[in-house]
């Protein structure tokens, strides 16, 4: 971590590429590397990953990186979007305004989306989850934060939008079953 430069780096999406990982580690010629001493890997919500890490590397404190999560939190919010958009005519061309950062939209862009989530009863329960998220990233207390995390995955389900109902039963998949610990 302090030189910032590559290990290893190998292709594939399965559980067999953390596998391909530790064999490169522990063959190391002029220092192997044990599965245990690997403290933390950060990684996509995978299952592919998280059952390959469990595997190989069953000490590491998984990280979920915030740029997958939120990419995630964004498709379902997108998908919602095109949903309702084929119903109603007000939403075309507003796919930024409802996955930009507040304080990115001009005042004009801000009233059509507040129009639109006001109008649009479901779109704005699902933003509203989108922003309630964010709170998230600024918890310091482990336990605080997978407190909020499970209360706020139960909002989601019980809001019942299909998007959203999908990408919280991927978080509580990935935080239930993480090994070693938890961490975004």
């Known amino acids: 971590m302090e030189e910032k430069r590559v290990v290893h780096a190998t292709e594939g999406k399965g559980a067999d590429t953390l596998t391909a990982i530790a064999n490169y580690l522990k063959g190391k010629e002029d220092k192997g590397t044990p599965p245990e001493q690997i403290g933390q890997i950060c990684i996509d919500l995978s299952p592919a990953f998280i059952s390959g890490i469990g595997k190989e590397f069953p000490e590491a404190h998984i990280v979920f990186d915030r740029f997958h999560v939120k990419a995630l939190l964004n498709k379902a919010m997108d998908d919602l979007r095109k949903k309702e958009r084929k119903e109603h005519l007000m939403l075309k061309g507003q796919k930024y305004l ?6 990115n939209p001009n005042a004009y862009q801000l009233a059509l989306r507040d ?11 699902a933003y509203r989850l989108k922003i309630l998220f964010d709170d998230f990233w600024s918890m310091d207390d482990p336990q605080t934060a997978q407190g ?3 209360y706020w995955c139960d909002l ?3 809001a019942g939008i299909g998007s959203f109902v999908k990408f919280a039963k991927t978080v509580a998949s990935g935080v239930c079953t993480a090994s070693g610990g938890l961490a975004f």
């Open 98 to 103: 409802f996955l930009k950062a507040e304080e």
């Open 115 to 125: 129009l639109s989530l006001e109008a649009l009863p479901t779109l704005g329960e």
């Open 148 to 150: 909020f995390l499970a």
């Open 156 to 158: 989601a389900i019980e």
